[in-house]
């Protein structure tokens, strides 16, 4: 009987002061405090990202899909507070710091040994697809927006050129497939599919720095150096961090404060992605660079005297600001300009051609490896297609973003058909292949 009269006096009390509350936010009232209408647009984007992330869970899909829905849905609400969240400078602020370690995160998957022992079966792959759908994009873009620039038709073949392997990995361990030579092959090509994608991101840089400096048509040196300090920095961090981090991280266990891994880390992330942004290069290649070269025996003294791993302290971090970025993402999607079918059109030519370029991806497969269950296991798109998008948001071209409304729609939508696709695709095709090879036995 208790519980019952404090729910009740709770809903009385909600009611109540509901009213003011709206007010209070739809008018900017209260105390003028401004971190305190940050709190409100931030704890607004934490609850749409944890509803959405929980329920594409609950469907069997990855929480980007549902974060990225549930910030279209968030964006799209007739309440003035969500109509400033698209174009709020902090929450914006939060919002890229998010993607550098987002970008960090990814790097610390991959190590420096993981990317020298993907083999040349999955080098030609990562290849083979990365130019097959910067080819098929581009082509389906010229196609549909005739009037855009070349540079935009490009930008948009490359957004959707990079693998995400979260989908996959998660179809894959759902069929308990992970230690098969195709999963092995997916996983390693798009560890390299990171780093083409930063190669052809700062290729796009280089040539809009042309433009933006009065020069006309393409010229090849300034591209191609712009190419080999992007490869020289990534290797130079490479080879000089993984011969002075280790020193340095053993002279920082001498330090007795609790924190010390996790600020030394973020330290060194945040100053190579200053790194990269003073050498004219995206800071994303900084962050990601960062992560590469971190390992797992930089923490092991750590660890060995009762403290977390550097994964285990970034996880928090990243679960707070990760979601941010995507539900931004979903956020700056324009409903009405999806729903044009000048914009679907877009989106489904692009899908497409995401698919069709990946498809080719599976003529770099050695032998043994079934060739169509790889180029499957390639098709999704996801944190690289997103990061492209918000950029093109920003980047210009002749007075022009690369990205307007719709076809930064159109690559949000991109993300959301392929990782629709692709588990429904990995599992007829798994299936197909143990028909295949079940008819093949029998036969013999």
């Known amino acids: 009987m208790r519980r019952w009269i404090r729910a009740t006096l709770l809903v009385v009390a909600c009611v109540g002061f509901a009213p003011s509350f709206a007010h209070a936010a739809a008018n900017g009232e209260g105390t003028g405090d401004s971190i305190a209408h940050l709190g409100?647009?931030?704890?607004?984007?934490?609850v749409a990202a944890q509803v959405g992330g929980e329920l594409a869970t609950r469907l069997k899909q990855p929480p980007v899909l549902g974060e990225l829905l549930a910030g279209m849905v968030l964006g799209n609400l007739p309440w003035k507070p969500l109509g400033e969240l698209g174009s709020d400078t902090f929450v914006a602020l939060l919002s890229?710091?998010?993607?550098?370690?987002?970008?960090?995160?990814?790097?610390?998957?991959?190590?420096?040994?993981?990317?020298?022992a993907v083999g040349a079966a999955a080098a030609r792959v990562a290849v083979l697809g990365?130019?097959?759908?910067?080819?098929?994009?581009?082509?389906?873009?010229?196609?549909?927006?005739?009037r855009a620039s070349v540079v935009s038709h490009l930008f948009l073949g490359a957004a959707i050129s990079a693998t995400s392997i979260g989908v996959t990995a998660r179809a894959f361990k759902d069929l308990d497939r992970t230690k098969t030579p195709e999963a092995r092959t997916i996983l390693g090509a798009a560890v390299l599919d990171d780093v083409l994608g930063l190669l052809v991101l700062a290729l796009i840089g280089g040539?809009?720095?042309?433009?933006?400096?009065?020069?006309?048509?393409?010229?090849?040196?300034?591209?191609?150096?712009?190419?080999?300090?992007?490869?020289?920095?990534?290797?130079?961090?490479?080879?000089?961090?993984?011969?002075?981090?280790?020193?340095?991280f053993g002279l920082a266990t001498k330090l007795r404060t609790r924190g010390t891994l996790l600020a030394l880390a973020l330290a060194f992330c945040l100053l190579l992605s200053w790194a990269a942004n003073a050498l004219g290069l995206a800071p994303l290649v900084g962050a990601f660079a960062a992560g590469l070269v971190l390992e797992d025996r930089h923490s092991a003294r750590f660890v060995a005297r009762g403290e977390k791993s550097l994964t285990e302290l970034i996880e928090p971090l990243a679960q707070f600001l990760v979601p941010i970025f995507f539900v931004m993402m979903g956020i700056r999607a324009d409903a009405g300009a999806l729903l044009q079918p000048s914009t679907l059109g877009l989106a489904l030519a692009l899908t497409a051609a995401s698919v069709v370029g990946k498809l080719v991806c599976g003529l770099g497969v050695a032998r043994g490896v079934d060739r169509l269950t790889v180029a499957v296991g390639m098709i999704p798109r996801g944190e690289v297609a997103l990061i492209f998008a918000s950029l093109g948001m920003t980047l210009t071209f002749e007075g022009a973003h690369l990205l307007d409304a719709r076809g930064y729609s159109a690559i949000v939508a991109v993300v959301i058909l392929t990782t629709l696709l692709t588990p429904l695709l990995v599992r007829w095709q798994l299936a197909r292949a143990a028909s295949q090879a079940d008819r093949a036995a029998i036969r013999n």
């Open 130 to 146: 990365t130019l097959g759908s910067l080819v098929a994009g581009f082509l389906a873009a010229s196609l549909l927006l005739p």
């Open 207 to 248: 040539w809009l720095t042309q433009r933006a400096s009065g020069v006309s048509g393409v010229q090849a040196l300034p591209l191609i150096w712009r190419l080999v300090k992007t490869l020289g920095f990534l290797v130079a961090i490479v080879a000089l961090g993984s011969r002075l981090t280790p020193w340095l």
């Open 40 to 46: 409100l647009l931030v704890a607004l984007v934490l």
């Open 96 to 116: 890229q710091l998010g993607v550098l370690i987002l970008m960090f995160e990814v790097g610390l998957d991959a190590t420096i040994r993981d990317v020298l």
